[in-house]
């Protein structure tokens, strides 16, 4: 193994010890977002909930993460329009319950802690980017060529 893959599977592990990741509010994110792929419940008002939310985000605690958190946010919207159906279930999970815990209020940190507020959201972004990054680069990959195409078909 190369030295930058390891090294990338090292910041890996460590992510999935922080303590967000092992918090109370992100496995209820996980709940409900197992029961909304089971059941497509409430899907359009997660979307709607979570890009509110994001409008109001300050995008610099993301870092490299934010076009990630943009990208679940179309995707899902996509999702939810039946326009895009080429992701798995454990993906489509993940992603919801990184959506799930940035629209709840009271996670970890409570997002209106000064300063504070968006680091555990963020940690949750990160880590689901990393977990789903092959999807959302295929959803991306998609648009792009959606882009060019005529509007006669949606992703292909």
């Given at each position: ?10 910041e890996?592990?460590?992510?999935y ?6 918090s109370?509010?992100?496995a ?17 008002s ?14 610099h605690?993301?870092k ?33 319950a ?16 000064p ?16 977990k789903?990054?092959?999807?959302l ?12 195409e ?7």
């Open positions: 193994m190369t030295k930058t893959k390891m090294k990338s599977t090292v890996r592990r460590s992510s010890e922080k303590p967000t990741l092992r109370e509010a992100f209820r994110a996980v709940r409900k977002a197992k029961l909304r792929v089971v059941g497509s419940g409430g899907l359009r997660l979307f709607e909930q979570a890009a509110r939310k994001a409008g109001s985000l300050p995008r605690q993301f490299e993460n934010w076009p990630y958190l943009q990208t679940m946010l179309r995707l899902i919207g996509a999702y939810e329009r039946g326009e895009y159906k080429h992701v798995s279930n454990d993906d489509l999970t993940w992603i919801m990184a959506l799930n815990y940035l629209v709840d209020p009271f996670d970890l940190i409570p997002d209106m802690t300063l504070l507020g968006f680091v555990d959201d963020a940690t949750v972004v990160g880590f689901v980017a990393d789903t990054r092959q999807t680069d295929e959803f991306e990959k998609c648009l792009t060529r959606r882009r060019r005529p509007r006669d078909h949606p992703y292909a």
